[in-house]
């Protein structure tokens, strides 16, 4: 086997691996789709971090992983779109579905308004904070 090979093996892996950790591999696929989603957006919303607290040089990327968790925001609309309780979804959020994809839509474009303003200059680290209104959701709506 190639090296190749076994990378791509190594990656495919994965997937199954990190759902699994999730809670059991009978878990429900539209549960394990939208925590793969939300895992997605945390991962973005780190590696900003890393670059906004000047950890690393990468400023150039800060564009990108906007633009990434705008994407994220929108997947998780559509993810969260079903009624399956489940994960760590409490189970009202489908009570007040107007308000949670009002969230989301909010964030997807705070997300993307900060992009743009990436690729003009400079981003006020304030900005970013407010546009991220993820624990604000969390605090509502996941248990925890
Ligand atoms: C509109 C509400 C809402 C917004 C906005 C939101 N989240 Fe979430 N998030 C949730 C809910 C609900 C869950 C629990 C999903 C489940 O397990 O069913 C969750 C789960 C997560 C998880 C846990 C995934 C895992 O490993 O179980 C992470 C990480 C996460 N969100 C990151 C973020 C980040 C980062 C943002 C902002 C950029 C964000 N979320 C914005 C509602 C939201």
Redesign the pocket.
Known sequence: MTRWIRLFAVALLAVPMSARA?GGLAQDPI?AY??EV??S??T??AALGAIMQKKVPFDQNIALHAEA?SL??RE?LKA?EPKQP?????PE?WDHWAD?SA??KA?DAA?ADIAKQAKAGPVDPKTLLAA???KS??D????R
Do not use: D, E, P
């Open positions: 999730q549960v939208r925590v939300m895992k957006l945390g973005q919303a968790i994220g925001a998780a969260f489940g994960g760590a979804s409490r959020l949670v969230r989301f964030l997300a991220l209104t993820c959701c969390h509502l709506y996941r248990i």
